[in-house]
Each structure stands twice: as C-alpha cells, then as structure tokens.
Antibody, heavy 119, light 107 residues
Framework: QVQLVESGGGVVQPGRSLRLSCAAS????????MHWVRQAPGKGLEWVAV????????YYADSVKGRFTISRDNSKNTLYLQMNSLRDEDTAVYYC????????????WGQGTLVTVSS | DIQMTQSPSSLSASVGDRVTITCRAS??????LAWYQQKPGKVPKLLIY???TLESGVPSRFSGSGSGTDFTLTISSLQPEDVATYYC?????????FGQGTKVEIK
C-alpha cells in the first residue's frame, strides 16, 4: 500500500533553516510528481511546492519562493523540502502528497510533520 | 493567480439533511477541481476529482458537479461521521490553490 512518511520537523528560531523529508513506499516513486502542502494551526490548507517525477520542473507558492527548495532522490524514494530564512508564519504542519495526473489531484497524503518557528 | 472561494465558511445541519457547499474559481478551470475532507486532527482525504468523479471507497451520498468557474459538493444525507472541514482545490496548473474551507457540523 502507498505510504508517505514525513520527518524532520521541530522547533527552530526565525531566520534559521530546516530540511524536511518524505519517505515513500508502496508505489513507483519515480513515476509521480510530488507536492508539499502546509497547514498553520487552526487554518486551512496551503499548497507550498511541487516537483515533477524526474525533477525537471519545480514550482513554488509566492509565500516561499526564494526561501524554500523542493528536491527528490528517486534512488532513495525520498522527497525533500529545504526551508531557509524561516519566519514565524512558516509555523505549520507540513504534508507531502502524491500527484495523480501531472497536473493532478492528491490521492495520498503523509501524516505530516510539525514545524514551529519561534524564538 | 486563480483564486478559489468557498461558501459558506461554516454550516450546521441536522442528520439526514442535504448539504451543499459551493466553490468558485476566479477564472475558468474546466473540470480540474478536487474536493477533500479533513476530519478533526486527521489528514486530508480525497473525495472527488475531475469535479464529479467519486474517489474509490467514498460513500455515494457525496457528489460533485460543475465546470468552468462554479462547482458544488453535495452530501445527500448528512451523517455524524461527515463532521469535517471540506476543501476544494484547482489543479489545472500551478499554483495548486485550495479554497479556504467549509466547516460542517451537526445541529
């Protein structure tokens, strides 16, 4: 069965960096585009970034452009999100999600990892 | 960028009621519209894609319709387990924008 497991969240000071990982299993990871979506406490869903199945294309939300970098290692079945220059407003649960369509909807989501930006 | 606007933001209905949630795109998106359900403390779950196609395993009381700019999610007979926040999402191109969500409660 499809499994997506995020890790790397934690408490970090404003201006610092953090790298999230999403380990995929149960499907051919290298065949699917992958996304990061976040949800601030008590708020709605916000799309963050996407990477094509082969890493050839990447797109970002305006709110993270220039600070966050999405990447993947298909040999390790792992998706990453490098987050630099973190701000208070980046505090959220970060989910990875599989894209079924490119562009497509999200048919599987991870359990999420909490990132808290606080001094 | 295309904006997605849901209404209402919240609603309260009785068990067995018919519930309708609307989602409007600021520009046409054909049928590249998905609906997700997020129960309290849980991960979002795909309900409907291509505006009206029910995801496998989703109860048939859920249905979707619309094309272009106006879409609806209908729950034909609200059940206690349907208490959740529902989100629409466009996926025709970047950014993959979500609506702000509609919180559904039982009266």
């Amino acid at each position: 069965q499809v499994q997506l497991v995020e890790s790397g969240g934690g408490v970090v000071q404003p201006g610092r960096s953090l790298r999230l990982s999403c380990a995929a299993s149960g499907f051919s990871f290298s065949s699917f585009a992958m996304h990061w979506v976040r949800q601030a406490p008590g708020k709605g869903l916000e799309w963050v970034a996407v990477i094509w199945f082969d890493g050839s294309n990447k797109y970002y939300a305006d709110s993270v452009k220039g600070r966050f970098t999405i990447s993947r290692d298909n040999s390790k079945n792992t998706l990453y999100l490098q987050m630099n220059s973190l701000r208070d407003e980046d505090t959220a649960v970060y989910y990875c999600a599989r894209d079924l369509g490119l562009p497509g909807y999200f048919d599987h989501w991870g359990q999420g990892t909490l990132v808290t930006v606080s001094s | 960028d295309i904006q997605m606007t849901q209404s209402p933001s919240s609603l309260s209905a009785s068990v067995g009621d018919r519930v309708t949630i609307t989602c409007r795109a600021s520009q046409g998106i054909s049928n590249y519209l998905a609906w997700y359900q997020q129960k309290p403390g849980k991960v979002p779950k795909l309900l409907i894609y291509a505006a009206s196609t029910l995801e496998s395993g989703v109860p048939s009381r859920f249905s979707g319709s619309g094309s272009g700019t106006d879409f609806t999610l209908t729950i034909s007979s609200l059940q206690p387990e349907d208490v959740a926040t529902y989100y629409c999402q466009k996926y025709n191109s970047a950014p993959w924008t979500f609506g702000q969500g509609t919180k559904v409660e039982i009266k």
